[in-house]
């Protein structure tokens, strides 16, 4: 065989070893990810606590002294329909004792779980999702209040001494979607209330029994209406206290400036309430349709105060309250 039939033979055979390795490491990836895929898609309500048991025991001291913690109600509960899901959650309506209420539970195809089971075991994933329904649990368990979401029931299973399954479920009362279209269509009475409510909720979050509260991810979806007041209904975000920080530019974000006093952003909370809840609600409650002339001077002042940012929460709900 000549020089250059041999260097075409071993460039030829080295295209082939190339190409069916490439062709290896794709075939693998993609079973890899169908696999992880069919991991997920596949846990449901009847195969979870098969494939991850053994579940974790209740917490005694919830289980002795909490009125609230109801496992035996909830493990056999059945759901009527689906409401809305999210990252984390999931959530459906059923009825107790023939009153409907709502069930938030893992979402096991939401992109917490999903995401992390890119690289972690389905438990570790869906441990870490029950742990933010653990800490949902325990803020609404501490922030009673007419804007925020009123805890029904609940079952917790988070014991520590072995690589269980935790098992968190959430049962509130229920309430209505709180939609773009839907706030469009309201009058202006309707708007008023949401108006006083959504300031009433902001100078709650200045004052709440277990601190001031940051509420960075207030968006419409998080809320319901109940009885015509809108209340609060995704907690598992809320930021407890003030920022920590070591220098002015650590409570610079979202343009908002605060300084640094004692270690703390003092202040940054409210403005970032404020700031969040008109971006997100302002075009829709400060519509001049429908208002009494006599009012559109009080509404335009107080929606100009909001936008602005320079006012206290507690001149915001006196101000509301005016309308």
């Known amino acids: 065989?000549?020089?250059?039939?041999?260097?075409?033979?071993?460039?030829?055979?080295?295209?082939?070893?190339?190409?069916?390795?490439?062709?290896?490491?794709?075939?693998l990836t993609l079973l890899w990810?169908?696999?992880?895929?069919?991991r997920i898609e596949n846990l449901n309500d009847k195969t979870e606590n098969q494939y991850l048991v053994p579940i974790c025991a209740p917490s005694k001291t919830d289980t002795d002294t909490d009125p609230h913690m109801n496992c035996d109600l909830l493990d056999g509960l059945l759901?009527?329909?689906?409401?809305?899901?999210?990252?984390?959650?999931?959530?459906?309506?059923?009825?107790?004792?023939?009153?409907s209420i709502a069930i938030k539970t893992v979402n096991l195809k939401g992109k917490?779980?999903?995401?992390?089971?890119?690289?972690?075991?389905?438990?570790?994933?869906?441990?870490k999702a029950v742990e933010k329904l653990v800490r949902e649990i325990s803020l609404l368990k501490q922030l009673k209040h007419s804007t925020i979401i009123r805890l029904k029931h609940y079952c917790s299973k988070t014991a520590e001494e072995s690589p269980c399954m935790k098992y968190a479920v959430i049962a509130t009362e229920i309430g209505e979607p709180l939609t773009n279209l839907k706030l469009l269509q309201m009058t202006w009475n309707q708007r008023r209330q949401i108006i006083?409510?959504?300031a009433t909720l902001v100078n709650y979050a200045q004052h709440s029994p277990i601190g001031v509260l940051?509420?960075?991810?207030?968006?419409?979806?998080?809320?319901?209406?109940?009885?015509?007041?809108?209340?609060?209904t995704d907690l598992d975000d809320i930021?407890?206290?003030?920022?920590?920080?070591?220098?002015?530019?650590?409570?610079?974000?979202?343009?908002?400036?605060i300084k640094c006093i004692s270690s703390r952003c003092e202040g940054y909370n409210s403005k970032l309430n404020i700031q969040k809840s008109f971006q997100e609600f302002g075009p829709y409650i400060f519509l001049m349709e429908g208002v009494p002339r006599e009012k559109r001077m009080n509404l335009d002042r107080l929606r100009q105060l909001w936008q602005r940012n320079n006012v206290t929460t507690e001149q915001l709900l006196s101000d509301a309250k005016l309308l």
């Not at 930021?239 to 400036?257: A, K, L, Q, R």
């Open 79 to 99: 759901y009527e329909k689906f409401i809305a899901n999210g990252w984390t959650k999931i959530v459906y309506s059923a009825k107790v004792d023939s009153r």
């Open 214 to 232: 940051g509420l960075p991810d207030l968006r419409r979806p998080q809320f319901v209406l109940v009885n015509g007041h809108m209340k609060l």
């Open 1 to 27: 065989m000549s020089g250059s039939r041999q260097w075409r033979y071993k460039m030829f055979l080295g295209l082939m070893i190339l190409y069916m390795a490439s062709a290896c490491i794709v075939a």
């Open 196 to 198: 006083v409510d959504l």
């Open 33 to 38: 990810t169908t696999v992880a895929q069919y």
């Open 239 to 257: 930021i407890v206290g003030e920022p920590s920080c070591s220098t002015n530019d650590d409570c610079s974000n979202f343009n908002i400036t």
């Open 112 to 127: 917490d779980v999903t995401d992390c089971a890119k690289t972690n075991s389905v438990l570790v994933c869906y441990n």
